[in-house]
C-alpha cells in the first residue's frame, strides 16, 4: 500500500489550501479515507473521513471549513481547507483503512501571517 500526499505549504491566515492523496496498491473503493493531524506536541487528530458510500463525518473544529472527497476512479482522496487558521498548522496525514490502517508520510500545513 502506498498513500501519497500532496498540497501543503505555508498560507495566511483565512486562506485556502487543497491536499491531495493517491492511493495505490488497494482496491480504493473498498477502504476508507481520511485525514489525520498532528501538530507539535499534540496527539494526532481525525480532521476528516469519508467511508466507502461516500458519507462523511468532520472533526467539530473544521466543520463548515474543510471538505473532504473522493474519487474513486483516480484512487484520490482530497481535502480542500478553507478559511485556515493558525491552529491549523499541523503534519497532515492521509489514511486508509479496511482490515488495517495504512498511512502516507504527511505534508506540512503551516497557517502564518
Known amino acids: 500500500v502506498q498513500l501519497v500526499e500532496s498540497g501543503g505549504g505555508l498560507v495566511q491566515p483565512g486562506g485556502s489550501l487543497r491536499l491531495s492523496c493517491v492511493a495505490s496498491?488497494?482496491?480504493?473503493?473498498?477502504?476508507?479515507m481520511g485525514w489525520y493531524r498532528q501538530a507539535p506536541g499534540k496527539q494526532r487528530e481525525l480532521v476528516a473521513m469519508?467511508?466507502?458510500?461516500?458519507?462523511?463525518n468532520y472533526a467539530e473544529s473544521v466543520k463548515g471549513r474543510f471538505t473532504i472527497s473522493r474519487d474513486n476512479a483516480k484512487n484520490t482522496v482530497s481535502l480542500q481547507m478553507n478559511n485556515l487558521k493558525p491552529e491549523d498548522t499541523a503534519l497532515y496525514y492521509c489514511y486508509a483503512r479496511r482490515y488495517r490502517t495504512d498511512w502516507g508520510q504527511g505534508t506540512q500545513v503551516t497557517v502564518s501571517s
Open positions: 469519508i467511508i466507502t458510500g461516500g458519507s462523511t
Open positions: 496498491g488497494i482496491i480504493f473503493s473498498s477502504y476508507t
